[in-house]
């Protein structure tokens, strides 16, 4: 499975940007999709997670209410909607796949199996 994760760049606080990830080769593989964010100096953190079907999502607290993760499975693509966005959430941001056929919970790096490039985003205020 190759991820290809687009998207990011420069915007100001309160603005919205959309990422993108395209998923290739053995997209069998691809169940359950999710974003993780690093910001300099810090640890790799879960965004947000979606199901195969994208009936269901999962978010982290610092991102409910402003983010949305959605799938197109015919586009073979992932995306997040941010919105109101805020310096904090300047980061580079990880597009990942796992087997898994359960959303809940999956809220780790070691779950996911494949990683995307990364795309920057920064927000400033």
């Known amino acids: 499975v190759q991820l290809q994760a687009s998207g990011g760049g420069l915007v100001q606080a309160g603005g919205s940007l959309r990422l993108s990830c395209a998923a290739s080769?053995?997209?069998?593989?691809?169940?359950?999709m999710a974003w993780f964010r690093q910001a300099p100096g810090k640890e790799r953190e879960f965004v947000s997670a979606i199901s195969w079907s994208g009936g269901s999502t999962y978010y982290s607290d610092s991102v409910k209410g402003r983010f949305t993760c959605s799938r197109d499975k015919a586009k073979n693509t992932l995306y997040l909607q941010m919105n109101s966005l805020k310096p904090e959430d300047t980061a580079v941001y990880y597009c990942?796949?796992?087997?898994?056929?359960?959303?809940?919970?999956?809220?780790?790096?070691?779950?996911?199996?494949?990683w995307g490039q990364g795309t920057q985003v920064t927000v400033s205020s």
């Open positions: 990942a796949s796992s087997r898994s056929t359960i959303v809940s919970g999956m809220n780790r790096d070691h779950m996911y199996d494949y």
């Open positions: 080769g053995c997209t069998f593989r691809t169940i359950v």
